[in-house]
T-cell receptor, first 109, second 116 residues
Framework: GEDVEQSLFLSVREGDSSVINCTYT??????LYWYKQEPGAGLQLLTY?????DMKQDQRLTVLLNKKDKHLSLRIADTQTGDSAIYFC?????????FGTGTRLQVFP | GAVVSQHPSWVICKSGTSVKIECRSL??????MFWYRQFPKQSLMLMAT?????????EQGVEKDKFLINHASLTLSTLTVTSAHPEDSSFYIC????????????FGPGTRLTVL
């Protein structure tokens, strides 16, 4: 079945880069997404990548996709305290999104 | 663009009552909306897929008579938790899908339900 795994927690210093990793199992996924969730709020779409791409950059965000290893990563450059949140990766499987377990990013001064 | 609202943002009710949660796509039409449930410090669990003008498709293990979904228009879907019990307390999040190449889902802000 589909399964999306993420590390649970990441702590970085303000100004450093953050790298959040995700592994998925459905090789037929066409799109993969990164969402951000702040406490008590819904999910905010950050970026997505099509499965035939290796990399996508959007301002401070860089997504890397290794389709062979089914590995997705999100790099946040110059991490700020406002980036503290939970980050979910998701794969599009048939008609549904399968979410990862979420990575809690904590940014300290 | 692609804004999704939910109402109410939080609700407290007594055990045995029914609660309706609305999900609206504000600036686009959504033929498909999704309802998720999220327990504290956990990921989102898809409950059902709501298609405008037809019956919702429920995920395995989700009671359709307990969680009634209505998608009467292209901008509104409702989830009614019937005869709510404390174990139904959770964070309910809806999303609406934009029909496009990416079929991206945009999420509402969520509704926190507490059943006493």
């Amino acid at each position: 079945g589909e399964d999306v795994e993420q590390s649970l927690f990441l702590s970085v210093r303000e100004g450093d880069s953050s790298v959040i990793n995700c592994t998925y199992t459905d090789s037929s996924s066409t799109y993969l997404y990164w969402y951000k969730q702040e406490p008590g709020a819904g999910l905010q779409l950050l970026t997505y990548i099509f499965s035939n791409m290796d990399m996508k950059q959007d301002q401070r965000l860089t997504v890397l996709l290794n389709k062979k290893d089914k590995h997705l990563s999100l790099r946040i450059a110059d991490t700020q305290t406002g980036d503290s949140a939970i980050y979910f990766c998701a794969e599009r499987s048939t008609d549904k999104l399968i979410f990862g377990t979420g990575t809690r990013l904590q940014v300290f001064p | 663009g692609a804004v999704v609202s939910q109402h109410p943002s939080w609700v407290i009710c007594k055990s045995g009552t029914s609660v309706k949660i609305e999900c609206r796509s504000l600036d686009f039409q959504a033929t498909t909306m999704f309802w998720y449930r999220q327990f504290p410090k956990q990921s989102l669990m898809l409950m059902a897929t709501s298609n405008e003008g037809s019956k919702a498709t429920y995920e395995q293990g989700v009671e359709k008579d307990k969680f009634l979904i209505n998608h009467a228009s292209l901008t509104l879907s409702t989830l009614t938790v019937t005869s709510a019990h404390p174990e139904d307390s959770s964070f309910y999040i809806c999303s609406a899908r934009v029909v496009s190449g990416t079929d991206t889902q945009y999420f509402g802000p969520g509704t926190r339900l507490t059943v006493l």
